[in-house]
């Protein structure tokens, strides 16, 4: 949503919006002059308002939703939106359960390195300087967190996501599927359910079909952790053959990947000692992958202490759904502090909660809390940890607020 609002504030257009709460996401768009909203109310919806975009989790009863149908303003989805924008462009839609934000940031770095100045949206912030005389620059100066890149040329690069079939809307030139996995499940019914999604979404584009694990030897050392980078690296230059991109230039430019906003971002020490990253792992595969990534960097840095992990589950559907699973990845890690569930979307359900999901980790592994508020679990963390821990604060909701205040 934050991408689409920065691109039309840079075509001229007056653009405000509404968020829950503040956030790197929402400073960057006050610093553009972007008005946003930390009440969402009907009154944010203003009478002369030409076009209300919304996201596709955003429930239809929704007050701002409500007041744009009774004024009778246009509306669209952030789904559809994109649809708009990419219609005309050559379009690389980076699609699967895990990876598309990794992925599609690696992509753009290659396709800027190799000169295709591509126009980028990516589900997260990158790392990298606007250059003062782009469009961003001109307003913002330098930048090392946007999720736009406005590109010249024909070519788009875009994170295309599988919810509520969301990515139909895309019609892309190039699809690249990282994997498929039980997701969503508040919405799709079963696995079969997500795959018949993402065959009517390659029906909509012109791909042949490349496995990209082929390119999996082909990758460099990375300065990101982790086999599952190692495979969005592998896709990345599997998209990068396809456009005729030199080897030279993919490979230069993904050994320089420093990764994007919350995917194993290293935060700063805490007043012990500890390490603190922060990571946007909210599903069983993702965390487990993390785990593994944490592990590989840990040996390398001769880092001897606890793996801690500070866990925000996302969902309450999910978390129930995939319990066992949740159960499983977590106890992999020396300690396990749990947040209360972030609800996001979705009601209260009194069936589950992180209480629960502790107690079934403590079969595994004891050393296992669960904490009422975010500022308990910082708490805890700032008392048991020590010089030689790595801390990750990990979580799709708000928790990267902990990773924050551990190090403030």
């Not at 005309?88 to 980076?94: G, H, L, P, R, S």
């Not at 090392?144 to 990515?167: D, M, Q, W």
Request: with cysteine.
């Amino acid at each position: 949503m934050s991408a689409v609002a920065r691109m039309l504030k840079l075509e001229g257009k007056d653009v405000s919006g509404s968020d829950r709460a503040e956030s790197l996401v929402t400073d960057e768009l006050e610093k553009l002059g972007i008005k946003v909203f930390y009440e969402q109310k009907a009154e944010n919806i203003a009478p002369d308002i030409d076009l209300v975009i919304y996201t596709i989790a955003m429930p239809a009863e929704a007050s701002e939703l409500v007041r744009a149908r009774e004024l009778g303003l246009e509306c669209k989805t952030y789904p559809e939106m994109l649809g708009l924008i990419s219609a005309d462009k050559y379009t690389i839609a980076v699609a699967g359960t895990h990876g598309k934000t990794t992925t599609t940031a690696m992509i753009a770095e290659i396709m800027i390195e190799a000169g295709l100045d591509p126009t980028v949206i990516v589900g997260s912030l990158l790392k990298r300087e606007v250059a003062k005389d782009s469009p961003l620059g001109a307003i913002q100066g330098k930048s090392l967190a946007t999720n736009f890149i406005a590109g010249k040329s024909g070519y788009l690069v875009v994170e295309a996501c599988e919810y509520r079939r969301s990515f139909l809307n895309l019609h892309p030139t190039l699809a690249v599927i990282t994997n498929i996995d039980n997701d969503h499940l508040d919405y799709y019914k079963d696995l079969a359910d997500i795959q018949s999604a993402f065959d009517q979404f390659l029906a909509q584009s012109k791909n042949q079909i490349i496995d990209y694990q082929k390119y999996l030897a082909k990758v460099p050392e990375l300065l990101v952790p982790g086999e599952h980078n190692r495979l969005n690296a592998a896709a990345a230059l599997a998209v990068a053959d396809f456009l005729q991109i030199d080897p030279s230039t993919s490979l230069g430019a993904l050994a320089k990947f420093t990764g994007t906003w919350r995917r194993f971002e290293f935060k700063g020490k805490t007043a012990g000692g500890a390490l603190v990253y922060d990571d946007y792992a909210h599903h069983p595969t993702e965390i487990g992958a993390t785990i593994q990534a944490a592990r590989e960097f840990m040996a390398k840095r001769n880092l001897n202490g606890k793996l801690i992990i500070a866990f925000q589950p996302h969902l309450y559907s999910r978390t129930k759904l995939l319990k066992d699973d949740f159960v499983k990845v977590l106890a992999q890690a020396d300690e396990v502090i749990l947040a209360p569930i972030y609800a996001a979307r979705e009601p209260a359900d009194p069936d589950i909660s992180s209480e629960a999901l502790a107690d079934l980790i403590k079969t595994k592994n004891t050393h296992v809390f669960s904490f009422k508020n975010l500022e308990e679990v910082k708490n805890y963390v700032l008392k048991n940890s020590q010089e030689g821990d790595l801390v990750i604060t990990m979580g799709a909701g708000d928790i990267t607020q902990v990773g924050d205040n551990l190090v403030a």
